[in-house]
């Protein structure tokens, strides 16, 4: 029999799936959610007056099969099947950084946030937050996490910029960060430490403010020394991304 899920379900996002951010503020929802009368904690997300959920959180809850096909771009759920972690069709594999299991998106939403807010407070419009931004920076995070490549090209010698498939005029720039926090956790510390820092720097401060850009994405991850990197990719141009290249995970 399959499972019921009660709550308030709005909207559903999946990792590296379609154009499903926008830019506007996203906050944690506090709204309750039950599995057949069960309450369950599964993290939700308030835009525009709305609750977001995780597709893959919500696949787990009702043991569906759920998948992002790269390939065709489209979101596969299965319910003759039951969720599993590697669904077939993710063309963009789980790096091993040492951070798995680790969900860093609230933390990515607030540096997001903060962009926007230091793009207002300087007489610019917001940046989108992008799907297609946000999987281009996590490769660039995980990259950076699993070879300790910390510079401004991929592990591998190729231009940041391939780490997405695109077509037009793809005007990109990366902001790269690394904060130790000495084993706290990051919940509340790191997306201000890191965005006061890149605030401070004459070349980050001006990605951030440049008034090309249209879209952006943050990625972070773990190194298997406990340092965080913290990755933002900025946009402009019209172009279209047709895919994301997997991470470079050796040098």
């Given at each position: 029999?399959?499972?019921?899920?009660?709550?308030?379900?709005?909207?559903?996002?999946?990792?590296?799936?379609?154009?499903?951010?926008?830019?506007?503020?996203?906050?944690?929802?506090?709204?309750?959610?039950?599995?057949?009368g069960v309450p369950v904690a599964v993290e939700a997300y308030v835009i525009n007056g709305s609750n977001?959920?995780?597709?893959?959180?919500?696949?787990?809850?009702?043991?569906?099969?759920?998948?992002?096909?790269?390939?065709t771009r489209t979101v596969e759920i299965s319910t003759g099947e039951g969720y599993t972690e590697e669904?077939?069709?993710?063309?963009?594999?789980?790096?091993?950084?040492?951070?798995?299991?680790?969900?860093?998106?609230?933390?990515?939403?607030?540096?997001?946030?903060?962009?926007?807010?230091?793009?207002?407070?300087?007489?610019?419009?917001?940046?989108?937050?992008?799907?297609?931004?946000?999987?281009?920076?996590?490769?660039?995070?995980?990259?950076?996490?699993?070879?300790?490549?910390?510079?401004?090209?991929?592990?591998?010698?190729?231009?940041?910029?391939?780490?997405?498939?695109?077509?037009?005029?793809?005007?990109?720039?990366?902001?790269?960060?690394?904060?130790?926090?000495?084993?706290?956790?990051?919940?509340?510390?790191?997306?201000?430490?890191?965005?006061?820092?890149?605030?401070?720097?004459?070349?980050?401060?001006?990605?951030?403010?440049?008034?090309?850009?249209?879209?952006?994405?943050?990625?972070?991850?773990?190194?298997?020394?406990?340092?965080?990197?913290?990755?933002?990719?900025?946009?402009?141009?019209?172009?279209?991304?047709?895919?994301?290249?997997?991470?470079?995970?050796?040098?």
């Amino acid at each position: 029999m399959k499972k019921f899920l009660a709550g308030i379900l709005c909207g559903a996002v999946i990792f590296g799936g379609v154009n499903a951010y926008a830019a506007v503020l996203a906050e944690r929802s506090s709204h309750k959610v039950t599995v057949d009368g069960v309450p369950v904690a599964v993290e939700a997300y308030v835009i525009n007056g709305s609750n977001y959920f995780q597709l893959r959180d919500l696949g787990r809850l009702l043991d569906v099969g759920v998948a992002w096909n790269n390939a065709t771009r489209t979101v596969e759920i299965s319910t003759g099947e039951g969720y599993t972690e590697e669904e077939p069709g993710q063309t963009v594999p789980k790096p091993s950084t040492g951070n798995a299991g680790e969900d860093f998106y609230d933390i990515r939403v607030e540096i997001v946030n903060m962009t926007n807010d230091l793009r207002r407070q300087n007489g610019l419009p917001a940046l989108t937050m992008d799907d297609d931004l946000m999987a281009v920076a996590q490769v660039r995070a995980d990259e950076v996490a699993a070879t300790l490549a910390y510079r401004h090209e991929r592990p591998d010698g190729r231009k940041t910029k391939t780490a997405a498939k695109y077509t037009g005029d793809f005007r990109y720039g990366e902001n790269l960060g690394a904060k130790d926090l000495g084993g706290r956790s990051p919940e509340g510390i790191l997306a201000e430490k890191q965005f006061n820092g890149w605030n401070q720097s004459t070349d980050h401060r001006e990605n951030i403010l440049y008034d090309v850009y249209h879209s952006t994405g943050v990625g972070i991850a773990q190194d298997r020394y406990g340092m965080y990197y913290i990755v933002q990719s900025f946009a402009g141009g019209d172009y279209t991304i047709t895919g994301i290249d997997a991470p470079v995970l050796s040098k």
